[in-house]
């Protein structure tokens, strides 16, 4: 069963910006935390960023300044805009249900220089 879907995926080319998008079927109520986590070719899957219901959020370093969590909770949906994309961005992108333990299928995101 598909918990967690996400679009927005393409190929950009550096300096420019995308948007992702995760729409999830798991209930709006109650508190939750949302993730994005990205993996490259070779490399582990790295956290980018979390967001909670009343929308705290936290980035790792790389992405700070540049990329920009959010929730819409009316339509249980995260997106995460991504401006001053850069080579190093490339990877697969996932979106994560941290309360619930659901993954989305991933998004490719290709930034060529």
């Known amino acids: 069963q598909v918990h967690l879907v996400e679009s927005g995926g393409g190929l950009v080319q550096a300096g420019g910006s995308l948007r992702l998008s995760c729409a999830s079927s798991?209930?709006?109520?109650?508190?939750?935390?949302r993730a994005w986590y990205r993996q490259a070719p070779g490399k582990e899957r790295e956290l980018v960023a979390t967001?909670?219901?009343?929308?705290?959020?936290t980035y790792a370093n790389s992405v700070k300044g540049r990329f920009t969590i959010s929730r819409d909770n009316a339509e249980n949906t995260v997106y995460l805009q991504m401006n001053s994309l850069k080579p190093e961005d490339t990877a697969m992108y996932y979106c994560n249900d941290v309360s619930r333990g659901w993954w989305g299928q991933g998004t490719q995101v290709t930034v060529s220089s």
């Open positions: 798991g209930s709006k109520s109650g508190f939750d935390i």
């Open positions: 967001i909670t219901t009343d929308g705290r959020t």
